[in-house]
């Protein structure tokens, strides 16, 4: 089995950065161009009013939102090879890495996978997060590992 890695949100993060610091440059273009209209009462940009400012800041606030949302959702996968199974997802605090050696048992349904760990611990895994065919291949991933087991007992 080779080593498979599986984003959970998928994103251009390559573009992020610089259509960030654009939307950054935005805002401070609304910014100052409010400043200089209600403080010295004379316009940034010639033909530019206080609106085309405030449409500028709103702009760029938005999209910087959007972007570090998308940013910080880029963290989240679940990722396996021939011996260990290591995942991030959302509403997890830290990364969770599981030997498949110690797993006891499997119980598979649509929504998730409840894992019994050797040493009776029990571990969730929430299929809502990924779409197909992502989730189908996590699913038969997990459906071989459920084999192995059967046929070791």
């Keep these: 089995m080779m080593n498979t890695y599986i984003q959970v949100y998928k994103n251009r993060s390559k573009y992020s950065k610089p259509f960030l610091f654009i939307c950054l440059v935005f805002s401070l273009i609304g910014i100052a161009g409010l400043l200089m209209t209600y403080i010295y009462n004379k316009s940034l940009i010639p033909f530019f009013n206080e609106s085309g ?5 709103f702009n760029g606030v938005i999209w910087i939102y ?6 910080r959702k ?13 995942y991030l997802l959302p509403k997890s605090e ?3 890495s599981i030997r498949i050696e110690n797993i006891n048992s499997l119980k598979i349904n649509k929504s998730g996978i409840v894992i019994e760990l050797k040493d009776n611990e029990i571990r969730h895994f929430n299929l809502n997060y990924f779409f197909f065919p992502e989730r189908q291949m996590i699913i038969d991933f997990f459906e071989e590992i459920n084999k192995k087991l059967k046929h070791t007992f």
């Design 53 to 57: 400012y405030f449409v500028l800041l």
């Design 74 to 86: 880029s963290k989240y996968f679940v990722s396996w090879d021939d011996s260990e199974i290591n």
């Design 66 to 71: 959007i972007l570090k949302d998308s940013m």
């Design 94 to 96: 830290k990364t969770e």
